[in-house]
């Protein structure tokens, strides 16, 4: 994507990144992981402690990546994979509005994924400097 209105419009993507990242704070520091181990679980991971912290991490973590701009197609690809099984596996048979959070993430990870931070993120300054 080449500058301008582009950028910006990124900028406003990115920001989705803190949405999910308040996910992920409120599971690894006010959640119950054990609990949300449970979740994980029933629907077929094993060491469902592993992959809840994983996908808690993922959308800590993940979000303030894309948010700010670092590394941010790898984020974004983390965090998609989890909005994916959020969407379609955790949620798979709750109505649209359930769902609906979990699928916004995803396509906007997912969209993040293929064009990147864009030239307002740390990513686009280093790429500059370099």
Same mark, same amino acid.
């Given at each position: 994507?080449?500058?301008? *209105?582009? !950028?910006?419009?990124?900028?406003?993507?990115?920001l989705?990144?803190?949405?999910?990242?308040?996910?992920g704070?409120?599971?690894? /520091?006010?959640g119950? =992981?054990?609990?949300?181990?449970?979740h994980?679980g029933?629907?077929?991971? @094993? %060491?469902?402690? %592993?992959?809840?912290?994983? &996908?808690a $991490?993922?959308? $800590?973590?993940?979000? #303030?990546?894309?948010?700010?701009?670092?590394?941010?197609?790898? *984020?974004?690809? /983390?965090?998609a994979? #989890? =909005?994916? %099984?959020?969407?379609?596996?955790?949620?798979? #048979? !709750? !109505?649209?509005?359930?769902r609906? @959070? &979990?699928?916004?993430?995803?396509?906007?990870?997912? &969209?993040l &994924?293929?064009?990147?931070a864009?030239?307002?993120?740390? !990513?686009?300054?280093?790429?500059?400097?370099?």
């Open positions: 994507m080449a500058g301008g *209105a582009s !950028d910006v419009g990124l900028v406003f993507l990115r989705a990144g803190l949405g999910l990242a308040s996910h704070y409120e599971k690894v /520091f006010h119950d =992981m054990s609990s949300f181990a449970d994980v029933k629907i077929g991971f @094993p %060491v469902p402690i %592993v992959f809840a912290w994983a &996908a $991490l993922s959308e $800590l973590v993940g979000g #303030t990546l894309v948010a700010i701009g670092l590394y941010a197609r790898f *984020a974004a690809a /983390f965090a994979t #989890t =909005m994916f %099984v959020a969407a379609f596996l955790q949620h798979a #048979t !709750d !109505d649209f509005k359930t609906e @959070p &979990a699928l916004l993430y995803l396509v906007i990870m997912l &969209a &994924a293929c064009t990147g864009g030239k307002w993120s740390v !990513d686009g300054v280093a790429r500059k400097s370099a």
